[in-house]
């Protein structure tokens, strides 16, 4: 895998290097969201991002929105979206209400995890691997040809047969949009617990 790493601080981003090299991570490394949007721009080989809430000139939340505009692709087609990993310190869980719903908008936006300043460098190897695509094993070619495709004969339609019950069709999309509602309630519920665990474990 190779890791996008945002910080402005130069000693996290060379720590975080050194420390994913060793787990033999390839790593890149941005100061500012407009130099990691560059590199996302025309380095489609990433596959994560470690960014810290606030940069420069934009917050982790206005960089993912922009990378999400981007248009990643190589020769088999479109590549899959990039897992953004949120880092924050300890006293994001004591902090002010602002810096708190930050942190709660950015997971809810889709950022796939949040990571405690010191990194735990276990701890990110481990979600970092866990993110990692699965490599489809390879097509054998001794198997025997299937048979050629040959085409059905064209379906008769029943014209007698009865319309699509639209009532049917609304209900459907009813019980999906609650069912939407419900999993955004728990994913809330969940953030909120983990903001609380952060909390703690910054008074101890």
Do not use: W
């Amino acid at each position: 895998m190779k890791i996008l790493i945002v910080d402005e601080i130069g000693f996290i981003r060379q720590s975080l290097n050194q420390k994913l090299g060793r787990h033999h991570f390839e790593t890149v490394s941005a100061e500012s969201g407009e130099e990691a949007l560059l590199i996302l721009k025309t380095d489609f080989s990433i596959d994560a991002v470690l960014t810290s809430l606030f940069l420069p000139t934009m917050n982790a939340l206005e960089l993912y929105r922009a990378a999400a505009r981007i248009e990643r692709f190589n020769d088999e087609g479109v590549i899959p979206p990039l897992n953004f990993y949120l880092m924050v310190t300890k006293e994001h869980g004591t902090s002010s209400p602002k810096m708190k719903q930050l942190t709660r908008e950015a997971l809810a936006l889709g950022f796939r995890d949040l990571l405690i300043k010191p990194i735990d460098t276990d701890l990110l190897v481990s979600k970092l691997r866990n993110a990692a695509p699965m490599v489809l094993e390879e097509v054998d070619t001794d198997q025997p040809a299937e048979t050629p495709f040959q085409p059905d004969p064209p379906e008769i339609k029943d014209q007698s047969a009865p319309p699509v019950n639209s009532h049917n069709r609304f209900d459907q999309l009813k019980e999906m949009q609650n069912s939407l509602h419900a999993l955004k309630r728990e994913m809330c519920n969940s953030i909120d617990t983990l903001l609380e665990e952060v909390s703690r474990n910054s008074m101890q």
